[in-house]
Nanobody, 125 residues
């Protein structure tokens, strides 16, 4: 099993930046894809970005790739999400997820085997 723990969320003003971190524990070698998702109040959870841990291929939601950057430190089993030029509409709970079998649909949350508890990002105008 894989356990994930996120950190780095907080409250910032519009235009600010945050760096989210996700530490992975347990059966690390089983992870093939790691992703970030977010869920705003009264909205469905949506995929933000993902990375294939072995091939380093990265995926982004089209509307976010200009401001968000995903990275993965294999040696330290850490996943990061750099959030720049934050907007109030980026306010959400951000979740880290791990998938042991990559199906090609990185943005489908049902494909992921393990989830963190989430870290809150709040952007004020």
């Amino acid at each position: 099993q894989v356990q994930l723990v996120e950190s780095g969320g907080g409250s910032v003003q519009a235009g600010g930046s945050l760096r989210l971190s996700c530490a992975a524990f347990g059966s690390i070698n089983s992870i093939y894809c790691m992703g970030w998702f977010r869920q705003a109040p009264w909205k469905e959870r949506e995929g933000v970005a993902a990375v294939l841990t072995r091939g380093r291929t990265k995926f982004y939601a089209n509307s976010l790739q200009d401001r968000f950057t995903i990275s993965h430190d294999t040696a330290k089993n850490l996943l990061f999400l750099q959030l720049n030029s934050l907007k109030p509409e980026d306010t959400a709970m951000y979740y880290c997820a791990a998938d042991s079998v990559y199906t090609g649909l990185w943005y489908e949350d049902g494909n992921y085997d393990a989830w963190g508890q989430g870290t809150q990002v709040t952007v004020s105008s």
